[in-house]
C-alpha cells in the first residue's frame, strides 16, 4: 500500500495534478490540519491564503511547495485529494508566493472597494430619482 496519493488542483484557468504526494497541511474554519495518504474520505472549505504539500518519490528528499488561494472547497476521497479556487498559484518558494498572494489580495479589495462605491452611487442616484417621483406626484 503506498504511502503517497494523488493531488488535483482546478481554477477556471488551470488544472494542476501532483503525484507522489506525502503530505498536505491546509487551514479551514476549525484551524490547521494535515492530510495523507489513504486519509479517511473528508471535505472542507480552505481559509483564504496558503497551503502546502510535500511530494516526490523518496519521503526524505520531499521538498515542500505552497498553493496560493482566495479560499476553495477541498475533498479527499478514494486517495484523491481535490481542490477547486477561483483561482489559484503554486510556487516552490514561500517568499515568492506571499508575494503573488498579498498582491492578489490587494488587487481583491480595491476592486472591492471600488464595487462598493459603484453600489453606494447607483444608491444614490435611485434615491433621488424616487424623491423627484414623490416630488412630481404631489
Not at 516526490?56 to 521538498?63: N, R
Not at 484523491?80 to 479556487?85: D, G, S, T
Not at 517568499?95 to 464595487?115: C, F, G, N, V
Request: contains cysteine; proline residues 1%; hydrophobic residues 45%.
Amino acid at each position: 500500500m503506498s504511502a503517497r496519493f494523488r493531488m488535483e488542483v482546478y481554477d477556471s484557468r488551470q488544472l494542476a495534478c501532483v503525484e507522489e504526494v506525502w503530505q498536505f497541511v491546509g487551514e479551514d474554519a476549525s484551524g490547521c490540519f494535515g492530510l495523507m495518504a489513504h486519509h479517511q474520505r473528508f471535505m472542507t472549505v480552505l481559509e483564504s491564503g496558503l497551503a502546502r504539500f510535500r511530494h516526490g518519490l523518496d519521503d526524505a528528499v520531499a521538498d515542500w511547495e505552497y498553493l496560493a488561494f482566495p479560499g476553495a472547497l477541498l475533498s479527499f476521497e478514494d486517495n484523491v485529494l481535490r481542490i477547486i479556487a477561483r483561482r489559484f498559484w503554486r510556487h516552490a518558494d514561500f517568499d515568492q508566493i506571499s508575494r503573488i498572494l498579498e498582491e492578489q489580495m490587494l488587487r481583491d479589495q480595491q476592486a472591492s472597494q471600488q464595487l462598493r462605491l459603484s453600489l453606494a452611487k447607483i444608491e444614490e442616484n435611485m434615491m433621488l430619482r424616487i424623491w423627484e417621483l414623490k416630488k412630481h406626484q404631489a
